[in-house]
């Protein structure tokens, strides 16, 4: 099983360009989330879903869009890219109940210039 | 709403020492635990979970009791290793609300 499958690994973005962070996986899993990771932050959540066609926003929405038109995939798109926007993007998935961890991407390091 | 609060880093400690890393949560109900770790470069994985109180999870020698009385999950290892060295965090996941809360990471260095 691969699992949780994030492309790119690195990407470099001008400011004011657009760009989609891809997400996918193959563990039939319900929910799938965005976090991104900043020195001293932790992790912050950025749009999740429940199920195909569900979507919500996290703590941090805006300049993200998402979209869930399968189960297996989970794309996040940056709108118009900002410097504040440089950071780590990891994706991960999970069953329904709060019994179960959530899998890891191994991320996308972003940094807009 | 949901929190974790987790001990502040970083942390350093020699090679067979004992650690513990400290974390406290809120929560209404009784949420799902757990630590996940990650090494330099890497995503997170899950280290290790516990799903109701006086649960104890544990792998890899690190263990973790689940005490709903004082709201805690704090992390022990017995003998650390240079292969430990790592940012831990901690989190919940609860009932009806099954976004992972996430404490902010303590970074661990093991020297030899």
């Known amino acids: 099983n691969a699992g949780v499958t994030q492309t790119p690994k690195f990407q470099v973005l001008k400011t004011g360009q657009s760009m989609t962070l891809q997400c996918a996986q193959d563990m039939n899993h319900e929910y799938m989330s965005w976090y991104r990771q900043d020195p001293g932050m932790g992790l912050r959540l950025i749009h999740y879903s429940v199920g195909a066609g569900i979507t919500d926003q996290g703590e941090v929405p805006n300049g993200y869009n998402v979209s869930r038109s399968t189960t297996e995939d989970f794309p996040l798109r940056l709108l118009s890219a900002a410097p504040s926007q440089t950071s780590v993007y990891f994706c991960a998935s999970s069953p329904r109940g709060k019994d179960y961890g959530y899998t890891f991407g191994s991320g996308t390091r972003l940094t807009v210039v | 709403g949901n929190s974790v609060t987790q001990m502040e880093g970083p942390v350093t400690l020699s090679e067979e020492a004992f650690l513990t890393i400290n974390c406290t949560y809120t929560?209404?109900?009784?949420?799902?635990l757990f630590w996940y770790v990650q090494y330099p470069g890497e995503g997170l994985q899950l280290l290790l979970k516990a799903t109701k109180a006086d649960d104890k999870g544990s792998n890899k020698g690190f263990e973790a009791t689940y005490r709903k009385e004082t709201t805690s999950f704090h992390l022990e290892k017995g003998s650390v290793q240079v292969s430990d060295s790592a940012v831990y965090f901690c989190a919940l996941r609860g009932f009806g609300n099954e976004k992972l809360t996430f404490g902010t990471g303590t970074r661990l260095t093991i020297i030899p």
């Open positions: 929560a209404t109900g009784y949420p799902s």
